[in-house]
Nanobody, 118 residues
Framework: QVQLVESGGGLVQAGGSLTLSCAASGSTFSAGVMGWSRQAPGKQRDLVATITRGAVTNYADSVKGRFTISRDNAKNTVYLHMNSLKPEDTSVYFC????????????WGQGIQVTLSS
């Protein structure tokens, strides 16, 4: 029943900015920790950033200082604001969420492409 849908991806020039959104749907769903991960061609899927309901954040070293994660608890939505983008940021980005009350349940979006050009 719970679905996560990413939006906001696309082609962006190196050095530019892009903001991804991920909305978790489900009439009774309330997200606990939410996060973003990414997987580039031929690479493993790596954590990018996480955020708690209280807005405590954690970032991978590769994006620290360039990316900002935020959320709207009422909307069950998480955002990833990406600045100073690099070619190596090219990847499929996935959002995920843990059920606030059934925290053994984790949900994933289908992924959205972000491609850097120069």
């Amino acid at each position: 029943q719970v679905q996560l849908v990413e939006s906001g991806g696309g082609l962006v020039q190196a050095g530019g900015s892009l903001t991804l959104s991920c909305a978790a749907s489900g009439s009774t769903f309330s997200a606990g920790v939410m996060g973003w991960s990414r997987q580039a061609p031929g690479k493993q899927r790596d954590l990018v950033a996480t955020i708690t309901r209280g807005a405590v954040t954690n970032y991978a070293d590769s994006v620290k200082g360039r990316f900002t994660i935020s959320r709207d608890n009422a909307k069950n939505t998480v955002y990833l604001h990406m600045n100073s983008l690099k070619p190596e940021d090219t990847s499929v980005y996935f959002c995920n969420a843990i059920d606030r009350y059934q925290y053994q349940n984790t949900y994933w979006g289908q992924g959205i492409q972000v491609t850097l050009s120069s």
